[in-house]
């Protein structure tokens, strides 16, 4: 789940070179949460707890919230396989949050199981829809002995 607006086609279509591979049971569904208006003299902290409130209302009840924040743990991909097998064995839908270009609210940040950072960099937002994409599916290849990750 992601707050943001339609991606150039480019990105659609490296989002879902990945997202096709994964198998039905490891099925990655995008969801796009419309950002809040930006004008040129907005609140920065009331446009986060709008996009906050609007994310937390979409988020399905007995799910497992992983938010992908520039504090949260950076993982490597075995780390990322790891946590992708206990996600699978934990039988509750996995919920992959990621905030607008102010960042996620509190509101959310403190109802997430684990904060996930892909790095220490700053990328923009239509890259990390492809590189969690891209992740998934090479954890979920370490997982399945496919030859898709040669590490």
């Known amino acids: ?27 990655l569904i995008l969801k796009e949460i419309p950002l809040a208006q930006r004008a040129k003299n907005f609140d920065p902290a009331k446009v986060i707890r709008e996009e906050g409130d609007r994310m937390n209302a979409l988020i399905p ?38 905030g607008g270009p102010d960042g996620l609210a509190d509101s959310v940040k403190t109802k997430t199981a684990e904060l996930w950072s892909l790095s220490a960099l700053t990328f923009p937002h239509p890259l990390v829809r492809i590189i969690v994409a891209e992740q998934l599916y090479r954890a979920w290849s370490i997982l399945n002995n496919h030859p898709y990750h040669r590490a």
Do not use: F
């Open 1 to 27: 789940m992601t707050m943001g607006n339609r991606m150039p086609s480019w990105v659609q279509a490296g989002y879902d070179e990945y997202a096709k591979r994964l198998p039905r049971e490891c099925e």
């Open 61 to 98: 009840p007995n799910s497992h919230r992983v938010a992908l924040e520039v504090a949260g743990k950076p993982w490597s991909t075995p780390d990322l396989a790891c946590a992708l097998k206990r996600w699978r064995e934990g039988g509750k839908p996995v919920v992959l949050l990621v």
